[in-house]
């Protein structure tokens, strides 16, 4: 496997979610940085050794409101 990709949205409650498209994988974490390392410890948790993505791609969903 090349690589994993991450869906990664505001949460609700303040912080972030990480959810991956084709792995049962998700985490959470109040700030980006501790989300990326959160996604990097699923990630070697998840796959056994040698087996896991040698690139983890995030995709950055962002919900914004104007008024006019």
Known sequence: MSEILFTVEEAAEGG??????????????DTLDELRQNIREAVECHFDDGQGPKLIRLHIVR?????V
Request: proline share 0%.
């Open 16 to 29: 972030f979610t990480a959810r991956a498209v084709a792995h049962s994988i998700f985490t959470d974490a």
């Open 63 to 67: 919900d914004e409101v104007l008024t």
